[in-house]
C-alpha cells in the first residue's frame, strides 16, 4: 500500500485544515487506517485511528473534540478534519495503514506497516 498526504499548511490558532490520504496499490479493505504526528525534537504520536471492524475512531486525548478521523473505502481516501487548532498543534502529520492492527496496539507507531509522507502543518498563535 502507497500512501500520499495533502493538505496541511498554515493557519491561525483556531483555524481549521482538513488533511487527506490517498492510497494506491491495493484497496483499504480489512486495513486499519490512522494518523501520526511529529513535532521537531519529539517522538511521533498517536493522534487517531479507524480500525476496518469497528469504524468508530479513536482519538489521542490532545485532539478529542476537536479532531475527526474518517475514511471514504469506495475512494481509498482517509480523512483528517482539525478544528480549534492550537500552536502545539504544530508537527508534520503522517497517515497510516495496517491489516493488523487491534486496539490495544493502535496507539503505537511500530505497529504500523505502511506510511505516507508526512504533511507538515503549522498553527500560528
Known amino acids: 500500500v502507497q500512501l500520499q498526504a495533502s493538505g496541511g499548511g498554515l493557519v491561525q490558532a483556531g483555524g481549521s485544515l482538513r488533511l487527506s490520504c490517498a492510497a494506491s496499490g491495493r484497496t483499504f479493505s480489512g486495513y486499519a487506517t490512522g494518523w501520526f504526528r511529529q513535532a521537531p525534537g519529539k517522538e511521533r504520536e498517536f493522534v487517531a485511528g479507524i480500525r476496518w471492524s469497528a469504524g468508530i475512531p479513536r482519538y489521542a486525548d490532545s485532539v478529542k473534540g476537536r479532531f475527526t478521523a474518517s475514511r471514504d473505502n469506495a475512494k481509498n481516501m482517509v480523512y483528517l478534519q482539525m478544528n480549534s487548532l492550537k500552536p502545539e498543534d504544530t508537527a508534520v502529520y503522517y497517515c497510516?495503514?495496517?491489516?493488523?492492527?487491534?486496539?490495544?496496539?493502535?496507539?503505537?507507531?511500530?505497529?504500523?506497516?505502511?506510511w505516507g509522507q508526512g504533511t507538515q502543518v503549522t498553527v500560528s498563535s
Open positions: 497510516t495503514a495496517d491489516a493488523g492492527i487491534i486496539t490495544t496496539t493502535m496507539e503505537i507507531s511500530r505497529s504500523w506497516d505502511y
